[in-house]
C-alpha cells in the first residue's frame, strides 16, 4: 500500500487488517507457511562424484523452489488485485459492521475479554 492508502486507516484500523505498514505486508499473507517449502533447501554441486540419489535429491529441490515461486506470484496477484480494486476498506467495514464477528476481531490492548463481566467471571480461573 502507498503511504497515501495508509493514511486513511487509524491505528487500530490497521490492527484489524493485521496489516504492518513499516514493512508493507500482511502479519498473515496468502498460503503463509509457503516459506517453509524452501527454508531447508539444500543444493548439492554436481561433479563427477555425484550419485543419482544427489542428483534426485537436486530436482526435489528445484520442484520444491518452483512451487515455492508460484505460490508467491499468486500471493502477489492476489495482493495487486485487493489493492487495486480497494476492497481493503470493504473488509475492513465488514469486520467492523458484522455483529456476530464483532468480538473475533476487536483489538483489546489491554484486555482479553469483549466485555468486563466475561473478564470478571474468568478472573478466578485465570489468576489460580
Not at 3 to 31: G, I, N, S, W
Not at 74 to 81: E, L, N, P, Q
Amino acid at each position: 500500500m502507498d503511504a497515501h492508502t495508509v493514511a486513511k486507516f487509524d491505528e487500530e484500523d490497521l490492527q484489524l487488517l493485521t496489516y504492518l505498514p513499516y514493512r508493507d505486508e500482511f502479519e498473515t499473507e496468502y498460503k503463509n507457511e509457503a516459506e517453509q517449502l524452501i527454508t531447508q533447501l539444500v543444493f548439492l554441486a554436481e561433479n563427477e562424484q555425484t550419485t543419482e540419489s544427489d542428483r534426485f535429491l537436486n530436482e526435489v529441490n528445484f520442484a520444491r523452489f518452483n512451487r515455492y515461486n508460484r505460490l508467491m506470484r499468486i500471493r502477489a496477484a492476489k495482493r495487486a488485485i485487493i489493492l487495486e480494486h480497494r476492497m481493503l476498506a470493504e473488509y475492513l467495514n465488514i469486520v467492523k459492521t458484522n455483529i456476530s464477528e464483532k468480538g473475533k476481531y476487536l483489538v483489546f490492548p489491554d484486555r482479553y475479554f469483549s466485555t468486563k463481566s466475561k473478564e470478571d467471571a474468568y478472573r478466578p480461573i485465570l489468576h489460580n
